[in-house]
């Protein structure tokens, strides 16, 4: 009799453990999904600020650089071209380049930016008048490269 009652009070011990490793398994679960949204509203609101940035140069074309009040945080996979500033400036999708010297972005040949991994970095945008007749108005986008003032 004595040998079922301990094995009634190990038996237990082990409910116990499992119990407690299913409780710690779901906070985990919360936590990473707590992060996971956080950082997506984060990328979120870097590619809204990165759109507002390049809206204030459009609107300012005189060779004034806008600079992110902070560094704004790109996931792998985002990207911008030249054709979703169209969409969102109103100005043809040739008049926008892009540039970066940062690991973990891709610019092909000035008309897109497609990052390869996380990125956190100030963005620099400025627009300018140019006496090309299909672009009368022309824009660099810049991810943590400094752009100088003045036209070019």
């Given at each position: 009799?004595?040998?079922?009652?301990?094995?009634?009070?190990?038996?237990?011990?082990?409910?116990?453990?499992?119990?407690?490793?299913?409780?710690?398994?779901?906070?985990?679960?919360?936590?990473?999904?707590?992060?996971?949204?956080?950082?997506?509203?984060?990328?979120?609101?870097?590619?809204?600020?990165?759109?507002?940035?390049t809206?204030?140069?459009?609107?300012?074309?005189?060779?004034?650089?806008?600079?992110?009040?902070?560094?704004?945080?790109?996931?792998?996979?985002?990207?911008?071209?030249?054709?979703?500033?169209?969409?969102?400036?109103?100005?043809?999708?040739?008049?926008?380049?892009?540039?970066?010297?940062?690991?973990?972005t891709?610019?092909?040949?000035?008309?897109?930016?497609?990052f390869?991994?996380a990125?956190?970095?100030?963005?620099y945008?400025?627009?300018?008048?140019?006496?090309?007749?299909?672009?009368?108005?022309?824009?660099?986008?810049?991810?943590?490269?400094?752009?100088?003032e003045?036209?070019?």
């Open positions: 009799m004595k040998f079922l009652i301990e094995n009634k009070g190990q038996a237990g011990a082990v409910f116990q453990l499992m119990v407690d490793a299913i409780i710690s398994l779901a906070i985990l679960a919360i936590i990473v999904y707590t992060l996971t949204y956080f950082n997506g509203l984060r990328g979120q609101i870097s590619k809204q600020q990165m759109y507002e940035i809206g204030y140069a459009v609107n300012s074309p005189t060779g004034k650089v806008f600079v992110s009040d902070k560094d704004l945080f790109f996931s792998n996979g985002d990207g911008f071209t030249a054709k979703t500033m169209e969409s969102a400036t109103s100005k043809p999708a040739e008049c926008f380049t892009f540039e970066s010297n940062l690991a973990g891709d610019v092909g040949a000035g008309s897109y930016l497609k390869t991994s990125v956190e970095a100030k963005i945008a400025k627009c300018w008048l140019a006496a090309d007749p299909t672009c009368i108005q022309k824009c660099r986008i810049s991810v943590g490269k400094p752009l100088p003045g036209e070019n």
